[in-house]
T-cell receptor, first 112, second 116 residues
């Protein structure tokens, strides 16, 4: 069974530029999550989708971050404009059962 | 809100030593508890989980018991190997109103270094 796929794996941009990350969850997984992991910290939930509806986006900085999950499968996370403090690893996870999430390899973003 | 506190690292041990990484949590309901591991250069992997009080999760020689009375989920291993060197994250999630799991709340992670 293929795991959660993410791309790109690395991205370097300058502040005020925009960037987008893509996630393809495990086939059949209805729930998809985006997390932000700043160096030296645990991941923090940004947004959770159930199929193509948003369940929780309370920690998403909506003035600059947006996310969508069209057709309930793939998802994209966008940052526009990026700030220095957005430098982090962005993790996508998916789940079938209520209590086990499977993580992708992450996208490492560096904002200069 | 929910929170997870785990011991600060790095934790440095010799091979074959006994390992304990402490984890305590605060939750509003009845969470499921997890240990995830991140090996160098790799993504987060589920190590073990427990979904209710007194459950013991185990995998690859690691164990953790869900202790509701002390709100703890300490990770233990009897004899560590160099290959266990990684960052370990304690986490919790609760069942959401829609039936799916809420997002995970993670601790800050504990960097474990095993010396030969």
């Amino acid at each position: 069974e293929a795991g959660v796929a993410q791309s790109p794996r690395y991205k370097i941009i300058e502040k005020r530029q925009s960037v987008a990350f893509w996630c393809n969850p495990i086939s059949g997984h209805a729930t998809l999550y985006w997390y932000q992991q700043i160096l030296g910290q645990g991941p923090k939930l940004l947004i959770q989708f159930q199929n193509n509806g948003v369940v929780d986006d309370s920690q998403l900085p909506k003035d600059r971050f947006s996310a969508e999950r069209l057709k309930g499968v793939d998802s994209t996370l966008k940052i526009q404009p990026a700030k220095l403090e957005d430098s982090a690893v962005y993790l996508c996870a998916s789940s079938l059962f209520p209590d086990t999430q499977y993580f992708g390899p992450g996208t490492r973003l560096t904002v200069l | 809100g929910n929170s997870v506190t785990q011991m600060e690292g790095p934790v440095t041990l010799s091979e074959e030593a006994f390992l304990t990484i402490n984890c305590t949590y605060t939750a509003t309901g009845y969470p499921s508890l997890f240990w995830y591991v991140q090996y160098p250069g790799e993504g987060l992997q589920l190590l073990l989980k427990a979904t209710k009080a007194d459950d013991k999760g185990s995998n690859k020689g690691f164990e953790a018991t869900y202790r509701k009375e002390t709100t703890s989920f300490h990770l233990e291993k009897g004899s560590v190997q160099v290959s266990d060197s990684a960052v370990y994250f304690c986490a919790l999630s609760e069942l959401g109103s829609g039936g799916g799991a809420d997002g995970l709340t993670f601790g800050k992670g504990t960097h474990l270094i095993i010396q030969p």
